[in-house]
């Protein structure tokens, strides 16, 4: 099963718009909505990012934890248009799976830009909002003090450039963590193993065409309680867009986890379930 696939009494899967969507779905009672987080395609997963962090959350909680287009196993997608749109899609497909008609959102890296989508084209769905380790647009938004592209993005194309290259892999990975201890061998050989398994994802997010939008000007169309966590030390998306984010919607909060990366949830899973679950419960949701 490894450190990416969820225990199969967790695994649920249907078909959206635009092909298969692969999810997870743990515990009973309101729901909660997950994204998975950009990372090394296609393996990573919704499991991957939440694993830490479903059990606590799912306790009085139906939490739902969708896999990517082209990450996972939702797809494959080829595509031609913003990136997070078939990402949207494809988390509205599994809310519409599991009867959810709306419900609060939780996104992390590309997951939380998915959200920002989804709450912006369809806000009747999203009733409160958890992001961070995101840019608010496809394509990226400007940066004011941080290198562009940032380390991460350049380990990426390097990685995409090589992709059965264990050490690009181990090297792109480094740079998602502040701790280079997270980065184990079980982690790189799992990812390995699941992109040699996939191939076909693979292909689709390389034929795959993401059109870039910004939605920086459409930040205060959100209204709904939100909430930014962003790693003090992520070197894909810099702490300066937590920033800007918070800085766009009124009611937004920002949260700097100190000693993290890019992928919160996985580096500090009890902190970031603190904020969330306090995030929840001061709104009511």
């Known amino acids: 099963m490894g450190l990416l696939d969820a225990p199969p009494q967790f695994a649920r899967s249907t078909t959206g718009p635009d092909g298969p969507v692969h999810y997870v779905a743990v515990g009973d009672g309101p729901p909660l909505v997950l994204v998975a987080a950009w990372g090394p395609q ?18 009085g909680r139906r939490c739902i934890a969708v896999d990517l ?18 990402a949207a899609r494809a988390v509205a ?8 008609a709306a419900a609060p959102v939780v996104g992390t890296s590309m997951g939380a830009t998915t959200g920002i989508v989804l709450a912006l084209s369809s806000p009747e769905r999203v009733t409160g909002l958890v992001v961070g380790a995101c840019h608010a647009s496809t394509g990226g938004d400007p940066y004011l003090l941080a290198p562009f592209p940032s380390e991460s993005g350049v380990a990426a194309a390097d990685l995409a ?11 792109f990975l480094r740079t998602l963590f502040h701790d280079p201890a997270m980065v184990t061998d079980e982690l790189v050989a799992d990812t ?9 994802h693979l292909h689709a997010g390389a034929a795959s065409v993401s059109v870039a939008h910004s939605n920086m000007a459409l930040l205060p169309e ?23 984010i918070s800085s766009y919607v009124p009611q937004a909060d920002l949260v700097a986890l100190n000693r993290c990366g890019h992928w919160p949830p996985v580096e500090r899973p009890a902190e970031f379930a603190d904020q969330v679950e306090l995030f929840l419960r001061r709104n009511g949701l």
Do not use: C, S
Not at 42 to 59: D, K, M, N, Q, S
Not at 161 to 171: M, S
Not at 192 to 200: G, L, N, T
């Open 42 to 59: 296609p393996g990573t997963t919704a499991w991957l990012t939440y694993a830490g962090v479903l059990e606590r959350l799912g306790a």
């Open 69 to 86: 287009p082209n990450f996972g196993r939702t797809g494959p997608l080829t595509f031609h248009e913003p990136a997070h749109d078939p």
């Open 93 to 100: 497909a599994a809310m519409d799976a599991e009867g959810i």
């Open 161 to 171: 450039e090589a992709p059965d290259d264990e050490g690009a892999l181990r090297r």
């Open 192 to 200: 390995m193993a699941f992109r040699k398994e996939h191939p076909e």
């Open 222 to 244: 959100i209204t709904v309680p939100m909430l930014v966590i962003h790693g003090r030390f992520d070197r894909m998306v810099p702490f300066e867009q937590g920033l800007m």
